[in-house]
């Protein structure tokens, strides 16, 4: 492999990384209960707005 191959395949392992945890912190405090609605509400906003970016710079 090349280093252009390797940065590649960094990129999208660091992408996955940076959709993964946020997703992963979202489903895990769907289990702390309903108190904190309006937080997981802002916390979905924030994963939304993420995975939108980690998406355009995917396709761009």
């Known amino acids: 492999m090349n280093i252009k191959e390797q940065l ?5 392992i660091l992408q996955t990384i940076s959709i993964g945890i ?3 912190v979202v489903i895990l405090s769907q289990f702390k209960g309903r108190e904190m609605v ?3 509400n802002k916390e979905n906003g924030h994963v939304y707005l993420i995975i939108s970016f980690d998406l355009y710079s995917l396709l761009y």
Request: net charge neutral; glycine share 0%.
């Open 8 to 12: 590649e395949i960094s990129k999208i």
């Open 22 to 24: 946020p997703l992963l």
């Open 38 to 40: 309006m937080n997981q």
